[in-house]
Each structure stands twice: as structure tokens, then as C-alpha cells.
């Protein structure tokens, strides 16, 4: 069993920045592949980022392309959101997800579909106040 926990939520202005943080435990972390996920109050969740579960190649929604980085540490079992240029659409519980086998290799529908996904941490907020 895989345990995700994220930390780094919080309040702040737009324009702003924040990093989140998850720590993953319970498996080998380098095997996994790591993103996030959000859910606005009122929405359905929706893909952030990951990491590609075959490859080192990295994938954004537009809403955040540019202005939000995933990247991990495989020593510290981490993987990290950094915000930046925050807004106020950008409001939502994070959720950090881990995906644990390889193949196949992922399309853009099935990057973006949370059902591909086997852990989920319990999430953190972001306000984005205006």
C-alpha cells in the first residue's frame, strides 16, 4: 500500500506563489509516476500535471502551462508543485496522485483521467484571494 501526503497549502494573493509538497510511502517511489490533480468548489476534479508513467516527459494543463512546475526528488520520496503567477481560478483542494505501472504508454486523454490513477493523498487547499 502507497500513502501520499501532501503539505504547502495555504492562502495568498494573486500573483503570488506557492509549492506544494507530497511524500510518498509504503513502495519504492522512483517506480511510480507522480501528478496532481484539483477541485474547485462546485467542479469536477481536474488534471494539473504528472509525469509520464513510461518516459521523463512531463504534462500541463493549459490552464497552468507557464506558470506551474512539477518536478520530484527520488531521495526524499517527493514530488513538488511549484505555483507561481497564482490566481484566483487557480482556488481548489490539490490532490498529489501515483500511478504504479508503466504501460502502456500514456496518451493526453489518459494523462488527464483520473481513473488511471491508483493513490490519492488527501489533499490540501489553495486560496487564491483577489
Known amino acids: 500500500q502507497v500513502q501520499l501526503v501532501e503539505s504547502g497549502g495555504g492562502l495568498v494573493q494573486a500573483g503570488g506563489s506557492l509549492r506544494l509538497s507530497c511524500t510518498a510511502s509504503?513502495?519504492?517511489?522512483?517506480?511510480?509516476?507522480m501528478g496532481w490533480f484539483r477541485q474547485a468548489p462546485g467542479k469536477e476534479r481536474e488534471f494539473v500535471t504528472a509525469f509520464s508513467w513510461y518516459n521523463s516527459n512531463t504534462y500541463y494543463a493549459d490552464s497552468v502551462k507557464g506558470r506551474f512546475t512539477i518536478s520530484r526528488d527520488n531521495a526524499k520520496n517527493t514530488v513538488y508543485l511549484q505555483m507561481n503567477s497564482l490566481k484566483p481560478e487557480d482556488t481548489a483542494v490539490y490532490y498529489c496522485?501515483?500511478?504504479?505501472?508503466?504501460?502502456?504508454?500514456?496518451?493526453?486523454?489518459?494523462?488527464?483521467?483520473?481513473?488511471?490513477?491508483?493513490?490519492w493523498g488527501q489533499g490540501t487547499q489553495v486560496t487564491v484571494s483577489s
Open positions: 509504503g513502495r519504492t517511489f522512483s517506480s511510480f509516476a
Open positions: 496522485v501515483a500511478k504504479d505501472s508503466q504501460l502502456p504508454p500514456p496518451t493526453i486523454a489518459t494523462i488527464n483521467d483520473l481513473n488511471e490513477y491508483d493513490y
